[in-house]
């Protein structure tokens, strides 16, 4: 959750940290800092809020050195504050580190210390008690020190470390969190992210779980858990270092809004041959494999979990399978009837949610086929995967996800196809319809897209009410969860999603004379449907935001408001509905003076618990 970047070099350290932590903000941004080498000690500099906060008490200072670490935090023990902030030292200074996860016996350690060492502790952070650790074992061979204090560690963590005695040398671990060191001329790095140093190299290692690393200006060295050196193939980044850029979009979410039709049209192409047949990339599902599937567990958290929720409907529909979607943090926790008949189909945006990670893990142990659909090439889900899908969302930065999400559906339609016909449980034409539908999105995309204005409007009218309720059937439900959360995460509106025929089981208690109803009424055999419901809460005073495809223009009888959406079928309605949803947060975050890109309490990638 929290960012981490590491230089050893000849340049300035603060400056590349510092420009590395701006890319990584989105992990974190309570409270930021560094430490760097300053000519035989170590000197730490950090600040409760944003980076810009740290830079300037940076900018009073001429001290520069040419090693450092420096972090961006997504607050878990202790409150944002200065002392709270990363980076820790041990008592005398000589060590200090950064730390991206959780300590899960940092109690246990903590009171150790404090009887057998005397030691103080001065912040509220797990983290702290690391330092102190490594600095009771450190006898002149930082590595040396790291291992053995990781060997009394328990909990996920990417780990930088810094020694006073060893000024040109970075020690990091990673365990369920994510690393990468990158290759320079002269230099080298570490960082959590690779948006942290595409603007220095394009040549990095991927670290693997329980490794070590040893970075000098001249050497990366990465050990296994063993303390045996390993090697590692190079990666190669290609991505357009500009596409993490606004490119003159006032937020991200926005740009990445617009960015949909491109993502959702490379996504389905680059899978589609010139005879309109599916090529799944590397992977390789015979129709005795899907045969052999009695069960999918679709598994996910948040924004997708619910693309899992549309997956569901697809894949249920074209292929004959009974699916589950199951919240990651709550598979983990269970015993769930897994095993080599069962196809595991793990969604990710970052590829390091650690819930989605360890639900895969414990997949896998049981024997499940694991398939990964992810945005983040090499990630940890992706790598610890039998099969990987990747969407081309390209680089998403603001942490609401708009453009992963799409191409998620698009991922999951794609596959949904390829099972059901491999299988031979839908035919030609139907194949055939499908694709030519999808085909279609990015176009009809860029219409909803040129409504802009009129969400903008909508907006204005909305922005003061605190309470929000989004309703819809089939798969207009999901799309209703993914509206509703979208509003919530960057307005702060107490938003609330349901299945809109459970109305009446009880939360219809809720609605009251002007409470905001948003409606999607885009499926054609459940319109009548939706057209009662809306009835049922008009009754009770709702001011209703009705959502359907052009030419149902009954809605207007019922609703206040009404946005359309292009004529599509009903299966893939949501890679169209939810657009209109998006902007209409956005620009309700807008107005209230959020945040929009960093919003409270909230990290881009969840790499803890």
């Known amino acids: ?4 970047v590491g230089y050893v070099g000849n340049g300035s350290a603060r400056e590349i940290i510092i420009d590395g932590l701006k890319k990584l903000e989105y992990r974190g941004y309570d409270s930021s800092g560094i430490a760097f080498d300053a000519g035989g000690k170590i000197e730490i500099r950090k600040c409760q809020g944003r980076i810009s906060n740290l830079e ?18 997504w607050a878990t023990h202790g409150a944002p504050s200065d002392v709270n902030a990363h980076p820790h030292a041990n ?19 903590k009171e150790w210390l404090a009887k057998d060492y005397e030691i103080t502790f001065k912040s509220e952070t797990d983290s702290e008690v690391i330092a102190h650790l490594i600095g009771i074992y450190y006898d002149g061979n930082l590595e040396d ?22 000024p040109d040398k970075i020690v990091a671990v990673r365990k369920d969190a994510p690393l990468i060191a990158g290759i320079g001329h002269g230099c080298n790095f570490i960082a959590s992210d690779i948006p942290a140093l595409l603007k220095y190299v394009r040549e990095i290692y991927l670290i693997e779980n329980n490794e070590t690393v040893v970075v000098t200006a001249d050497n990366i060295k990465i050990y296994n858990a063993d303390r045996q050196e390993v090697k590692r193939d190079v990666f190669h980044v290609n991505w357009d270092a500009d596409a993490a850029e606004k490119d003159g979009y006032s937020h991200f979410m926005l740009k990445e809004i617009h960015e949909q039709p491109k ?3 490379e996504t389905l192409h680059r899978r589609i041959d010139e005879n309109g047949e599916i090529v799944l990339d590397g992977i390789k599902m015979t129709k005795s494999d899907i045969e052999n599937f009695n069960k999918v567990y679709i598994v996910a958290c948040g924004t997708a979990y619910h693309a899992g929720l549309v997956g569901k409907s697809a894949i249920e529909k074209m292929a004959h399978i009974p699916v589950e979607v199951e919240v990651a943090s709550e598979f983990r926790y269970r015993d769930p009837f897994v095993d080599d008949k069962t196809l595991f189909i793990a969604i990710s945006q970052s590829g390091e949610t650690l819930d989605t990670l360890a639900a895969l893990r414990e997949a896998k142990r049981k024997g499940a086929r694991v398939l990964s659909v992810v945005n983040v090439v090499g990630s940890s889900v992706a790598r610890e995967s039998d099969d990987v899908f990747y969407t081309w969302a390209g680089p998403e930065i603001a942490v609401a996800s708009t453009k992963a999400y799409t191409t998620q559906l698009m991922c999951m339609y794609i596959i949904a196809l390829y099972m059901g016909r491999t299988k031979g449980t839908i035919d030609e034409a139907y194949y055939k319809e499908f ?40 798969p207009d439900a999901g799309v209703s969860y993914e509206g509703s959360l979208k509003l919530k995460e960057i307005s702060y509106i107490n938003s609330f999603a349901i299945a809109a025929g459970e109305l009446k089981h009880g939360t219809i208690a809720l609605i009251e004379q002007d409470t905001v109803v948003v409606a999607l009424a885009t499926q054609d055999r459940l319109f009548e449907k939706m057209l009662s419901n809306i009835q049922e809460v008009k009754a009770r005073g709702a001011y209703v935001i009705g959502l359907a495809k052009e030419g149902n223009a009954d809605i207007e009888k019922q609703a206040d408001k009404t946005i359309y959406i292009p004529q599509c079928i009903d299966e893939i309605t949501p890679l169209l509905s939810v657009v209109p949803l998006q902007m209409l947060a956005y620009y309700i975050a807008k107005l209230r003076g959020c945040d929009i890109d960093k919003p409270k309490n909230l990290a881009k990638s969840v790499t803890v618990e």
């Open 91 to 109: 008592s005398d200074g000589s060590i200090a580190i950064v730390h991206n996860g959780i300590l899960e016996n940092y109690i246990e350690i």
């Open 56 to 73: 300037a008490i940076l900018s009073k200072e001429t001290i520069d050195a040419h090693t450092g670490i420096g972090h961006t935090r």
């Open 145 to 166: 020190a790291v291992f053995k204090a990781i060997d009394r560690m328990r909990g996920a963590y990417a780990l930088c470390v810094v020694a006073k005695d060893e």
């Open 1 to 4: 959750m929290c960012g981490i």
């Open 435 to 474: 694709i030519n539908e999808l085909a279609l999105i990015p176009d009809k995309l860029e219409k909803v897209l040129a409504d802009e204005p009129k969400i903008e409007e909508l907006a204005k009218q909305l922005y003061r009410n605190e309470h929000v309720f989004f309703i819809g059937r089939g």
């Open 263 to 265: 993502g959702i049209y």
